[in-house]
Nanobody
Framework: QVQLVESGGDSVQPGGSLRLSCVAS????????MAWYRRAPGKERELVAL???????TYADSVKGRFTISRDNAKNTVYLQLNSLKPEDTAVYYC?????????WGQGTQVTVSS
């Protein structure tokens, strides 16, 4: 069993920053790929960022240069640093890990960017 719990979401003004955390109930040492997705109101879920082999990272074009994904195996945690936030970043953010053919998801954390 793998349980993922996201936290760190909040309501901020445009240009603000947040740091999202995803804590796993088990060691993430063997998790080769972990990712953050988001679902904005009225839109489909989209991939925001992923980290492969603890080194390689990939970002959606809309967040490149503003978001950073990282992981700390000792804390069983994956982070997503959100900088220069825009209203269009408003969404529920989800942590994801795929093991074999099974996807594990957290319950999400709400990020709201507005004036």
């Amino acid at each position: 069993q793998v349980q993922l719990v996201e936290s760190g979401g909040d309501s901020v003004q445009p240009g603000g920053s947040l740091r999202l955390s995803c804590v796993a109930s088990v060691s993430i040492f063997s998790f080769n790929t972990m990712a953050w997705y988001r679902r904005a109101p009225g839109k489909e879920r989209e991939l925001v960022a992923l980290i492969r082999d603890g080194i390689r990272t990939t970002y959606a074009d809309s967040v490149k240069g503003r978001f950073t994904i990282s992981r700390d195996n000792a804390k069983n945690t994956v982070y997503l640093q959100l900088n220069s936030l825009k209203p269009e970043d408003t969404a529920v953010y989800y942590c994801n890990v795929k093991l074999a053919l099974t996807n594990f998801w957290g319950q999400g954390t709400q990020v709201t960017v507005s004036s």
